[in-house]
């Protein structure tokens, strides 16, 4: 393959969710629950403020989502972690409570690395980096177990960069479980958040 026709990446924040237990749900079910994630997912980045002008279009992925968002001051990494992952845990317990029977529940992996495109869409190792932490077997028994809304996976440099420093909104101390997976032969680590509080307005406090 000629790599020079390859485009030069480009830095984005990728943040990538997926609906619990979609299988066990029925094609019509399946429909509701796509219209909702995709509406409870603009308004989440909305809350954080992340609106079209700082992302890319969600990327359907079935019974999931794909979530880039591009490297500005206006919108921080630190935003994606105070308010729109509190945000969207909020508005999927609001809807379980108006909607019991298409409640659903998310796995969350937020990440940040180099992303290619082409005229298929995004793609590149931090892409799959991302993906491989919400597939994880720790990430979906924390789910199993918990009783929020949603469960939460940062990488290991979202981690080291973001989440240790313990900015405004952000409780490192909530991210005491880390695990390994294996992506092209390299094993990364994630963090995931052990508290399942979700207070309006407070980031992720436990």
């Known amino acids: ?18 609906i619990e237990g979609s299988t066990t749900r029925t094609n019509p079910a399946r429909a509701g629950l796509r219209s909702v994630l995709f509406a ?3 308004e989440a980045f909305r809350a ?46 609001r809807h379980g409570d108006q909607d019991p029977e298409l409640a659903f529940r998310l796995r969350v992996s937020v990440h940040a690395g180099e992303v290619h495109y082409d005229a298929h869409g995004p793609y590149g190792e931090d892409i799959d980096i991302a993906c491989r932490l919400l597939d994880a077997p720790d990430l979906r028994r924390r789910l199993r177990a918990s009783s929020g809304p949603l469960a939460l996976v940062v990488s290991n440099a979202i981690h080291r960069s973001v989440v240790r420093h313990g900015y405004a909104g952000i409780d490192r101390s909530s991210f005491a479980h880390a695990f390994r ?3 092209g ?15 309006p307005g407070a980031g992720l406090i436990a």
Do not use: Y
Not at 1 to 18: G, L, W
Not at 50 to 60: H, K, L, M, Q, S
Not at 188 to 194: L, P, Q, Y
């Open 1 to 18: 393959m000629d790599t020079s026709a390859v485009q030069a990446p480009v830095h984005r924040a990728i943040v990538v969710v997926d």
């Open 40 to 42: 409870l997912l603009d």
């Open 48 to 93: 954080g403020g992340i609106t079209e002008e700082f992302r890319d279009p969600f990327v359907d992925r079935g019974d999931g989502a794909l979530c880039l968002v591009r490297p500005v001051d206006e919108v921080p990494k630190t935003v994606l972690l105070a308010r729109v992952v509190p945000a969207l845990a909020e508005l999927l317990a």
């Open 181 to 183: 997976v294996r992506v």
């Open 185 to 199: 032969g390299q094993r990364t680590r994630g963090w995931v958040r052990t508290t399942d509080a979700v207070r």
